[in-house]
C-alpha cells in the first residue's frame, strides 16, 4: 500500500527502552541518519549511572531524545511527538512527555506481567483510556524480530539483540529516510563477527519493511533539510568536538598534547577521543588517580608539551592543589570539567552547571584563573581552542567548562578548515645571545612571563610552589614581596580581557526590559524562548557568555540597557552571584537542579511574569 | 659527546646561589654533595638534567643545583616525573623525597611510577620522621615511636620501604646511607646508570628530631656487626672481623661462622635473582632483637624491562607510520560530511 507524505518542519523523538536494549546506539543512529540528509539536530542521551540496571526497572530506563527539524533546531525539544517505549517502565516513565496527540510506538512484549509489576502498573496502561488522546502503534517486536532470524542459527537472547534495529527500521521508513548508512555503520561496528553483521542487517530491514506492508499508520513523514548557511556540515558530540579543539590548538600552536587524566563520567570520551590520535603526537596518560593526572601534566608543561587534563566536579577537587601549583608556576596548561550533578558523587549521569564557583574559587589562597565555557556540543570545538589559545598565549592554567548535557548531546558542525583557524603562540623564550642571567619571572607588557624548557642552554632554573620574588622567582618571604605577587598574578589574569572578544547581544533586543544572561549549555534553550518572546512582542535581549573569567571588557556596560536581568542556570544560583558581586546590579537568578535542561516553557514563562508585572 | 661533557663539568658547576637553608649538621648536606660530585659522571649537559622534589626538608634540593627543578607539592614529585618523562623521555630526571612524601602521602604515585618503570632516579631520603612539620612520626618511624604526635608511642606498624618498591615490581632497588659518603657515592653512580626507575633508600640523620636513628648502622663501634654490603658475586660476610656470612637454611637466611661454615652453603650476592632480593629486603629486623639479621645496604636487585615512555614513543611512531602524520582538514571533516548551499 503507498502511503501518502505529509511534511514536517520539526519532530522530536524519545527512545526509551532498558539500557541493555541498545537505546543510545539507536538514537545515535537515527541522529546520523537524519543529520547527513541534511537536518538541523539536538540531542540529548539520558541514562542511568548503573551500566545494567535492574532489567525492566525504572531505575534502569535509557532515553535518547532527538529534535530534527528543516527549521533552525536549537535545543532538542520539550515535550515530544513520538515516543518509543521498549518496556513498560520506559512508558511510565516517559509518557507524561509526549504531546497531545502525539503517537506511541510500543513493543508490547515489554507489557507482560512481570513487565508491568516491575514499573508499578496493577493493570496495564495500553488498556487505560487516558491512551486515547494519543495514537498508540503496537508492535511485537520481540516476534518479530526472531522471525525474521528463524533462519540464523542464533540463540533466542542473540536474537533479542537485535531488536533496536527493528525499531529504527521502522522509523526509517516512517520518517522516509534511508537504511544504508546504518548498514554500513553495522558491518564496520561487526566487521569480526559477519554473523551478527547478517542479523541486524536482516533486523533492521524486516523493521523497514514492516513499515512498508503493515497497515498500523496510513501516511509517511517528511522533514525537508534544513536551510542552514551554505558550508560543510558534520554531526559531532561535545566531548569529541572537545577532543577536537584540542588537537587543533596542538596543530597550530605547533606544541603536542600531553593528556594526563583518570577516567570518570561524563569526561571520559575526552580521553577515548585522544587516545585513537596518536599520529597527532598525543601522548594519552591514564593516571593512578586525578591528582596524579593533574600533576603529569604540570611535569609535562613544565617539559614544554601542551598540557591537559579533564575531569568532573570530583575529580577537579581532588585536583585543586596541583591547579594551585600551576598558577604559582605559571605554566600553560588546561583543566576541562565535564559538570555532573554534584556534591559529592552525586549524579553522575545527569548534568548540572553547579562548578563554576569551585573553578573560580575552589583553591587555597589567590588563585584566580581564566575560565571559558563551550555552549553547544559543536561549540566545545571553539572552547577548547580558546582555552588552549589563552593557556598558551597567558602563560596560565585555564578551566574549560562543558557539562554532561552538552558532552554527550550532538548536532550539525560546520566543521573550519584548518586554515581558517588562528595561530597560537607560545610565550618560549628567545635562543640565548647574552651572558645576562635568565629571570624567570621577569614579564612583559601583560604581565607574562617566558617560557624556558629543560634542554634550552643557559636558561636552568627552578620553580616551586613557595612565593616567588618578583622577576628571580628566588623563594621569597618578604611581606610586600607577596602582597605585590598576588596583585601581579590578579592582574596577569585580568589583563587577558584584552585578548578576548567584546561581548555582543546573542539574539533579541540591544536594549530593553529583560536580559537573560546565561553560559554553559543552556544557550539554545535560552536563545529559542527569548526568540519566541520576541515574536510576541516583547523587549527581550539575550547575552551569553563563553568568557567568564575574566569578562569581557564591555559586559558591565550592556548590563546597563536592561531594566531587568535574569541569570538562568542549572544550579542553585552561581553566575548570578558573581555578576551581582562584579557589577553591583540587581540580577535574579532562575534556577532548575533536577539534572536535567531546562526546558524552552521554563524560560519563557519567566519572561512572561516579568512583564505581566512590568 | 658526552666524554667531553665529563671533562669539562665539575661538581661546582651544579651548585646555585642560593643560601642553603638545613639546619647544621642535616644528613641531607651528604647527599647533595655526592649528589654534585656525581653530576659530571652523566655525560648529560646541564640543561638535560631535571630535578624534581615534593614537600619535605629533602625536598629543598633542587633550589642547590644548578640545573632545571621544580621543587612541587607533597608527595606529587613522583607524578610530576611521570608527566615530564613521557613528555620529554631524553631528559635526566632525579626525584627528590622523603619517608613522608614518598611512602605517606604520595605512596600512590610512587608504587605505580614504579610499575611503569620510567628511566628516572629516586632518592628516597628516609630519616624515620617528619622534619618540616617538626617532629611527628612518619610511615617509617619504629613502633612505639614516641613522637609529638604519639607522645605514649606511635601505633603504626612501619613500612619496609624497599620490599614495598619490590612488591611493586621495582627494577632497581639500593639502600645507603649519608654517613658514608664512598658508598653513596657508588650506589647514586650505579643507579644513575641503570636504565628504569632506579630506587635508592638513603638513611639519612635528623640531628633535630631523630637523631641517632641509624646510628647502630653508621657508628664506627657497631657498623661492622649490624650492617652487610652487598657485592655482586661475593658471599654476604659481616661482622668485626668479617667472620660472619649469611647462609640459606632451606630458604630461611641464617648467620653462620665462616669458619664453620661450608663454603657451598653461604648465600652469594646475585642482584639479578627475584627471589634473594625477597629474601635481602626482608632483613628488617629490630637491631635491638636477640639474633637479628644485619641491615644489608648495596644494590639489592636490577633487572631490565621495558620503559613506559620508550613504549610510548613506540605507539607514537607506529600510530604515524600506520596512519601517516595526523591531518587536522581530515581529522575535522571526520567519515560522514554533508552539504548546505
Redesign the interface.
Known sequence: MTKKVEEKQEVTIVFAGDSGDGIQLTGTQFTNTNALYGNDISTFPNYPAEIRAPQGTLAGVSGFQLKFGSIEVATPGDDCDVLVAMNAAAFKVNIARLKKHGTIIINSDGFNARDLKLAGYDTSPLEDKSLNDFRTIQIDVTKMTRTALIDSGLGKKEMDRSRNMFVLGFLYYMYNRKIEGTIEFIKQKFAKKPELIDANVNVLKAGYHFGDTSEVFTSRYNVKAASLPAGSYRNIMGNQAAALGLVAASQKSGLDIFYGSYPITPASDILHELAKHKNFGVRSFQAEDEIAAMCSVIGASFGGKLGITASSGPGIALKGEAIGLGIMLELPMVIVNVQRGGPSTGLPTKTEQADLLQAYYGRNGEAPMPIVSASTPSDCFNAAFEACRIALEHMTPVFLLSDGYIANGSEPWKFPTADELPSITPKFVPAKTTDETYLPYKRDENLVRDWAIPGMKGYEHRIGGLEKEIDTGNVSYDPDNHDKMVKIREEKIAKIADNIPLQIVNNGAEKGDVLMLSWGSTYGVVKTAVKECNAKGMAVGHIHLTYLSPFPKNLGDLLKNYEHIIVPEINNGQLVKIIRDKFLVDAKGLNKIKGIPFSTKEIIEVIEQKFEVA | MSEALKNTLMAKDFA?D?DIRWCPGCGDYSVLKQVQSIMPELGR????????SG?GCSSRF??Y?????????HG?AT??????????P??SVWIITGDGDALSIGG??LI?MIRRNFNVNVLLFNNEIYGLTKGQYSPTSPEGKVTKSTPIGSLDHPFNPLKLCLGADSTFIARTMDRDPKHQREILLQGSQHVGTSMIEIYQNCNVFNDGAFELFTDKGSKLQETLFLESGKPMIFGAEREKAIALDSSTPRIVNISEANEGDLMIHDETNHFQAQVLTSFFDNPKDEGHLPRPFGVFYAEDRYRYEEA?EK??T???E?????D??K????N??????
Do not use: C
Open positions: 646555585t642560593q649537559k646541564k640543561e638535560d638534567i631535571v630535578f624534581i614537600i633542587p633550589y643545583m644548578n640545573t632545571y627543578g621544580m621543587h612541587s607539592i606529587r607524578a610530576v616525573a611521570s608527566g615530564l618523562k613521557i613528555s620529554r631524553e631528559l600512590n604515585h605505580h610510548m605507539q607514537i607506529g600510530a604515524t600506520r596512519m601517516g602524520k595526523g587536522l582538514d581529522l575535522l571533516r571526520g560522514n560530511v554533508w552539504t548546505a548551499s
